[in-house]
């Protein structure tokens, strides 16, 4: 396993939580409540902050940032060996579990870049991505390095509709233009999706990871982490 900092070991955080209809907008409901809870805490900018657009473009290219951060720390982790052992023995190893939660760690953050791009639900179901995306037979990183780079172009496409330029003077009523926000997020989370089957994740275990993950992040505010 690759050399962590033990504040951010989470393999004996999960849970076994039960699998929640409607997961996908739960998750987003609970991480809009964490970023105004943290927000209160550290004096940050909350999803509801009032606000210029600009200040939440800056805000939404900050949260991409962390989960580029996040991206890389998932390179770092060994778990191809791992993901084979799972393949051929059916079973978990600590490895490939931190690796999912570093998936997971992601995902909080793409919640973040969401939300403060003024999207905090969808009109389809965790349900949906899982089943309308491809499983794989055999464990291929480049997988993962082509769905991360086609979340990456996307994302790039979402900021550039976002008022985020310091060089440019936008209009005071300027609006979002949130149906061509929503499209480019859909077609992300998709291939995020991906990303997760090719470690092993399926929707029940997903929905765990992140569940437990909220929990320790409340836990980790309340103890000055």
């Given amino acids: 396993m690759s050399e962590l900092n033990p504040e951010n070991l989470c393999a004996d955080l999960l849970e076994n939580n039960v699998y929640k209809k409607d997961a996908l907008n739960y998750m987003m409901k609970m991480q809009y409540d964490l970023q105004k809870f943290v927000a209160d805490k550290r004096g940050n900018i909350a999803p509801d902050s009032k606000v210029s657009l600009f200040d939440f473009a800056k805000e939404t290219?900050?949260?991409?940032?962390?989960?580029?951060?996040?991206?890389?720390?998932?390179?770092e982790r060994d778990w191809c060996d791992a993901l084979e052992e799972k393949e051929a023995t059916g079973?978990?190893?600590e490895d490939?579990?931190?690796?999912?939660?570093?998936?997971?760690?992601?995902?909080?953050?793409?919640?973040n870049f969401f939300i403060f791009s003024k999207i905090t639900e969808f009109d389809l179901t965790l349900e949906d991505l899982f089943d309308r995306t491809p499983s794989f037979d055999n464990v291929d990183p480049k997988l993962i390095e082509l769905?991360?780079?086609?979340?990456?172009?996307?994302?790039?496409?979402?900021?550039?509709?976002?008022p985020y330029k310091h060089w440019k003077t936008y209009d005071n009523d300027m609006q979002l233009d949130q149906d061509a926000l929503m499209q480019k997020a859909i077609h992300?989370?998709?291939a995020?999706?991906?990303?997760?089957?090719?470690?092993?994740?399926d929707k029940e275990r997903f929905y765990d990871l992140y569940i437990s993950k909220n929990k320790e992040n409340y836990n980790r505010q309340n103890n000055n982490y």
């Fill in 61 to 75: 290219i900050y949260y991409w940032g962390c989960v580029t951060a996040e991206y890389a720390e998932l390179q």
């Fill in 91 to 93: 079973l978990v190893n």
């Fill in 96 to 111: 490939l579990l931190e690796t999912q939660f570093e998936y997971i760690d992601m995902y909080h953050f793409l919640m």
């Fill in 147 to 162: 769905q991360w780079s086609y979340v990456s172009i996307l994302a790039g496409e979402f900021i550039d509709i976002l």
């Fill in 188 to 190: 992300m989370l998709y």
């Fill in 192 to 201: 995020f999706i991906l990303m997760g089957k090719s470690l092993g994740i």
